[in-house]
């Protein structure tokens, strides 16, 4: 069956620091991967997404980046975090309609 | 372009009453239509979907959805909910060969005693 994993769950980072939120995939192949943002309160914001290995397509312009070093892994970073990348940051792949989420990463910037 | 807009962010209901949760889309091509649903400090997950065929939907947990094509609108409801359902819902629409799924704003349901 289809998988989906993120870590870590909760993450605290000070102003400035770099982050790496990880995320994989088992039981498919050559999955659409995701990345999006949940502020406190709004909804789903597209951040990237990436339809094979070394091709990443940026939604919102912003200090985050994205890379898919393998068929089934997307990572998530950024060199200097602002208090404005706070929020919950979820993976997702789609199925042949639908999408499916990981179960997310709170991070907050202190 | 598309996009989806729920037009409630909140939806407070005592239990075992009914509720509807309102949903508008608006896209130049045929649509997928879909309803997830996201617990506090969860990820998102399906809870019914509108391809093609019978324009009513159901869930495994009494949850439905009509896709109205006339009106643009994939509103849910549930005749009787539970405590349990208390729970963000997000109402999204995709088509064919895109690689992006459009996501409303959600509407908070809370489900009273």
């Known amino acids: 069956s289809q998988t989906i994993h993120q870590w870590p769950a909760t993450l605290v980072q000070p102003v400035g620091s770099p982050l790496s939120l990880e995320c994989t995939v088992e039981?498919?192949?050559?999955?659409?991967l995701y990345w999006y943002r949940q502020a406190a309160g709004r909804g789903l914001q597209l951040l990237f997404y990436?339809?094979?290995?070394?091709?990443i397509s940026s939604e919102v312009p912003q200090n985050l980046s994205a890379s898919r070093p393998q068929d089934r892994q997307f990572i998530l970073s950024s060199k200097k975090l602002l208090l404005s990348d706070s929020g919950f940051y979820l993976c997702?792949?789609?199925?042949?309609?639908?999408?499916?989420f990981g179960p997310g990463t709170r991070l907050t910037v202190t | 372009a598309q996009s989806v807009t729920q037009l409630d962010s909140q939806v407070p209901v005592f239990e075992e009453a009914p509720v509807e949760l309102r949903c508008n889309y608006s896209?130049?091509?045929?649509?997928?239509l879909f309803w997830y649903v996201q617990y506090p400090n969860q990820g998102l997950q399906l809870l019914l979907k509108?391809?093609?065929?019978?324009?009513l939907v159901e869930s495994i947990n009494g949850f439905e959805a009509e896709f109205n094509k006339s009106q643009t609108s994939f509103h849910l409801r549930k005749p009787s909910v539970h405590i349990s359902d208390t729970a963000e819902y997000f109402c999204?629409?995709?088509?064919?060969?895109?690689?992006?799924?459009?996501f409303g704003a959600g509407t908070r349901l809370f489900v009273k005693a």
């Open positions: 997702a792949f789609s199925g042949d309609y639908e999408q499916y």
């Open positions: 039981g498919t192949s050559n999955p659409n």
């Open positions: 990436s339809v094979g290995i070394g091709q």
């Open positions: 896209s130049s091509v045929s649509v997928y």
């Open positions: 509108y391809l093609s065929g019978s324009t």
């Open positions: 999204a629409v995709g088509h064919t060969g895109g690689f992006k799924t459009i």
